[in-house]
């Protein structure tokens, strides 16, 4: 089967996102994100492309970039091609790290770059990850932040200057409006591997545990049995807090604490 013609952007902005073969994990220790993102540092530093955003979670990660005059493909090629070549080197594997292409998805707005940025940002806290956005290390939020302090980043990936225009507002701060955006969870959509194969996710534990799905269903009020299934749900599939949250009915807080 050919494959499906990427979408262009206009304005040569995208968010990408590439997640590793099998759903493994592409980053295993610390050593890793930091290889990662100099490495991503290096590239802006050398090429004419310009970096918004980035998240680094376990076994994916997203970024928010214009490929200005390059091209988004070679682009992502000499990310992945080196990144792949260190982990292989250094887990003594070899094979693909990378699950087929990389995803993608044309950014032709502001308001929809602002969006997509928020979104990447917050990704760790949808994952239950962190209950706080500057909590995470591995996203470009506290880069941000640094950089509206006129504080030393660890990394200067991403072209802070530029998106600091749409956070001007006459009655706060760069760095006050930058955080009050950031600090709302916001409702847009934008790709992720999470509503064919959360479906999927679901539709299979609730196989493996029908009886116990069933109950609770019936019986929503019995705490016991709720939390066991907010236990079984977190150890046994890929569903992130939120979605389990949504899928029983619950708060986060809920699922959070659930023992």
Known sequence: M???????????????????????????????RVFFCERLEGITQGNNIEVYGYCLMSNHFHLILNECNDELSRIMKSINSTYAC???????????VF???????????????????????RNPIRAGLVKDIGSCKWTSYQEYID?????????????????????LNNEASIQNSFVAYMSVDGDEAFI??????????????ESNHSDLVRYYKSNPHDKL?????????????????????QYMGISKDIVHRAK
């Open 2 to 32: 050919p494959r499906i013609q990427r979408e262009k952007s206009k304005s040569h902005i995208y968010h990408v996102m590439v997640r590793g073969i099998g759903k493994k994990n592409i980053f295993l220790d610390t050593d890793d």
């Open 86 to 96: 260190y982990f292989n080197k250094k887990y003594e594997r070899s094979g693909r």
């Open 99 to 121: 699950q087929d292409r990389f995803r993608s998805e044309p950014i032709e707005t502001e308001e929809y770059l602002l969006e997509a940025v928020r979104f990447i940002h």
């Open 147 to 167: 950089c509206f302090q006129s504080q030393e980043s660890v990394y200067r990936i991403c072209r802070v200057e530029r998106m600091a225009l749409l956070f």
């Open 192 to 205: 992720d591997y999470k509503n064919k194969e959360q479906n999927n996710a679901i539709n299979a534990f």
């Open 225 to 245: 049995k709720r939390n066991l299934l907010i236990q079984k749900m977190k150890e046994e599939s890929d569903l992130s807090i939120r979605q389990i949250a």
